[in-house]
């Protein structure tokens, strides 16, 4: 009281503020200060979509060309003395001559044609036209032949897989520069590849076989497609989705709408906060001993790569259940059960639609991770070699070996062959179309059921 | 205020409804609600007036156990509604908050058609045989919540979509929908404009008809204006509780005249 009393009026009076028209210092400093910081955050954005744009080009650029593939189209003479010399069209006789008896064939019908369309060449041997074509060939036609014997004898159109250096060469890939010490192609033979592409013999086409095709052998790239790890990480994702959804959520709504809040359910969820950050080949190593070891499941199966996912996306599911359950107003909960609603009618009619989003959302996100893991799978073997294609192959079920996209992407970089590392890219743009899927996929679900509030 | 009103409105004496004796409540370790007997008549709407945190929204819910859905409340002491006590072991909560309503502070619809709104509580508990008389359970209560005519075009309209005072007079309507004896209403007018509250207010007047209303509320002149008893709690004592007439112009506790002309809470 005594110090407004006081004689001090220049205190008591404020100072005169100056015009509004001229900004002050402090003013002028304060916006300095937030325009610095949101040049920041578009410089931050910018080198995230600068990340983003070379990622996806090199991607892109390394990738494609695993989508096309040379082949060669070469009449072929099926000589009914090599392939059926009874002449009865046994099968079990023709199924005794291996693919020993049909390479002479195809090398001599490869040749003729290089010498019928006029191509010049100083290769004159059937055996140098080898290098042309994949290694396949031969089991390609045998198996056409046991098919249909009626074929012997005549002669066939065949559209052989080009050799992967033919096929290199057709992409740009190989030069005649990089085949100077190469053994498996001679100058020659691309002579031979340019002539046969100038008559249309040899093309480029979409590679439908690298999408549903098998794994094949280190020194056949020409033949390797990812279909058959697609099939495997397809029905991984099959077991995570009906291992990890109904388990989540059930774990989830226990938690948090019935449990009751003590040091027990604290220390639960504390774990499985800490278990969403455990490395996944922690996982792959528990499922090698409990699934495979202890209980004895098949190795390589996708119903163990499914077990093993299922036990790493749960945190997960569990985690952004959670979540999406706390974010419904409690008010709802109040609503429901001042009429009269029980506590599980609360949570099956009311909090659960509402949270339905989210928990889609966050399972498909759990999918999504599982689907790119590989390391877990590394350690229970599903990385299977299994050159056989679906649907008649081993590949067919939860029990029998399979590989996974990623296991194969990994296998694949670490072949030696140049045409591998294409492939691996290629893999990865699949992968990558699959992960899209599932987004899109998620987006859609979360929208459908907004809607309908 | 009209005094004189308020006088006249006494009313004889209805039947005991609700009936607590020496009921504690405790949050943890706080002492929320200390030894309150009150009882609650039939036909009659009851106010509960007081300052904030003097515990009359937590006996509010002691009434239909809301207070169970918190995990550290403990509730000592007995509450009978038509003589039997709701705590009794054998009491399903469910079961008691069908006969015992409730509406809340916050016009709380459910994120669902107008109609599913209030189809739900009769769904639940199988008051409807079919979808004809569930039609008409839904009017009947939309009528009730004196709503009908606004809401009549649009049942299938969400309920959210609704004004805020649209929304409590669908929420009343649909804690009237599974035919309640006792309806317990939380500041039931606390988010709404005074043209709201002022219809909200006549809706709890013919409420009183067919049911006992307990109202929570921090307008003073709102509960003298809808009650006919009021009760005053203070740091969760009940400090008086008598006609609403008596408890405005002569109440016999000090701590009330205080509180009613303004010099505590």
Not at chain 1, 14 to 39: C, H, I, W, Y
Not at chain 1, 310 to 320: A, E, G, Q, R
Not at chain 2, 24 to 31: L, P, T
Not at chain 2, 85 to 111: E, S
């Amino acid at each position: 009281m005594t110090d407004a009393t006081s004689p001090t009026p220049s205190a008591s009076v404020p100072k005169k503020k100056g015009s509004l028209l001229v900004a002050d210092e402090r003013t002028k400093k304060r916006n300095t200060a937030e325009k610095r910081f949101q040049a920041y955050g578009i410089i931050a954005i910018g080198i995230g979509l600068l990340f983003l744009i070379v990622l996806l080009g090199s991607i892109i650029r390394n990738g494609i060309p695993a989508f096309t593939q040379a082949y060669i189209t070469v009449p072929i003479e099926l000589v009914e003395e090599k392939l059926d010399p009874n002449g009865n069209r046994d099968p079990a006789d023709l199924r005794k001559v291996s693919t020993f008896g049909y390479a002479p064939l195809i090398q001599e019908g490869v040749l003729r044609a290089v010498q019928d369309a006029g191509i010049e060449t100083e290769l004159s041997s059937p055996g140098d036209m080898k290098a042309l074509y994949s290694a396949s060939a031969p089991a390609i036609v045998r198996s056409m032949v046991l098919d249909n014997p009626e074929l012997i004898g005549t002669t066939i159109e065949v559209r052989l897989l080009g050799a992967s250096r033919v096929d290199g060469y057709l992409k740009g890939r190989v030069t005649r520069e990089s085949i100077a010490r190469d053994k498996k192609i001679d100058a020659a033979h691309l002579d031979i590849v340019d002539q046969m592409v100038e008559l249309g013999m040899a093309k480029r086409v979409f590679n439908w076989a690298f999408i549903t095709g098998a794994d094949a052998s280190e020194s056949r790239p020409e033949q390797a497609g990812i279909g058959v790890a697609m099939v495997g990480s397809f029905f991984m994702m099959l077991v995570v989705l009906a291992l990890a959804l109904p388990i989540g959520v059930a774990a989830s709504i226990y938690l948090e709408e019935f449990a009751p809040q003590n040091w027990l359910t604290d220390l639960i969820e504390v774990n499985i906060s800490n278990l969403a950050a455990v490395p996944s080949i922690v996982f792959g190593i528990l499922g090698l001993a409990v699934f495979i070891q202890f209980a004895g499941l098949p190795q390589s199966a996708p119903l163990v790569g499914g077990l093993v996912l299922t036990l790493m996306t749960l945190p997960t599911v569990i985690i952004s259940t959670r979540a999406s359950l706390k974010a419904v107003p409690p008010s709802i909960r109040e609503a429901a059960l001042g009429v009269g609603a029980s506590k599980m009618q609360t949570v099956f009619h009311h909090v659960l639609p509402l949270a339905a989003p989210g928990i889609l959302t966050g399972t498909i996100i759990g999918l999504a991770q599982a689907l790119g893991e590989t390391a877990p799978l590394l350690l229970i073997g599903m990385v299977g070699f299994i050159a056989t294609n679906y649907p008649d192959g081993i590949a067919a079920g939860f029990l029998s070996p399979n590989s996974a996209m990623p296991a194969q992407i990994y296998e694949w970089s670490k072949r030696a062959d140049p045409a591998y590392y294409e492939r691996a890219w290629g893999g990865i743009i699949v992968l990558l179309l699959f992960l899209m899927t599932m987004n899109i996929i998620a987006i859609i679900l979360r929208r459908r059921f907004e809607r309908r509030w | 205020m009209d005094d004189l009103r308020i006088i006249e409105r006494t009313t004889g004496m209805n039947d005991i409804k609700v009936s607590a004796r020496k009921v504690q409540v405790y949050y943890g370790d706080n002492h929320a609600i200390k030894d309150v007997d009150v009882d609650i008549e039939d036909k009659t709407v009851t106010a509960f007036i007081g300052p904030s945190g003097c515990g009359k929204s937590t006996f509010l819910r002691c009434i239909n156990r809301m207070n169970d859905t918190i995990d550290v409340a403990r509730i000592e002491g007995e509450i009978t509604l038509d003589n039997e006590n709701i705590y009794d072991p054998k009491v399903d909560p469910v079961q008691l908050r069908a006969k015992v309503g409730m509406v809340f502070q916050k016009p709380n619809p459910f994120p669902k058609s107008i109609y599913d709104n209030i189809a739900y509580g009769p769904r639940i508990h199988g008051l409807a045989a079919n979808k004809a008389e569930l039609d008409e359970i839904v009017e009947r209560s939309l009528r009730r919540g004196a709503i009908w005519d606004e809401v009549k075009d649009r049942l299938h309209a969400p309920g959210t979509g609704l004004s805020g005072g649209q929304q409590q007079r669908l929420c009343i309507a649909r804690a009237v929908a599974t035919e309640p004896e006792v309806l317990l209403m939380d500041e039931p007018c606390s988010a709404l404009d005074p043209i709201a509250t002022a219809q909200v207010e006549e809706l709890i007047d013919e409420l009183r008809q067919n049911y006992s209303v307990v109202i929570v509320t921090h307008s003073m002149q709102q509960a003298a204006r809808v009650s006919q008893k009021t009760a005053f709690f203070h740091l969760g004592n009940l400090v008086e509780y008598g006609e609403t007439g008596q408890i405005f112009t002569n109440p016999s506790d000090p701590r009330t005249e205080s509180y009613i002309t303004g010099r505590i809470g």
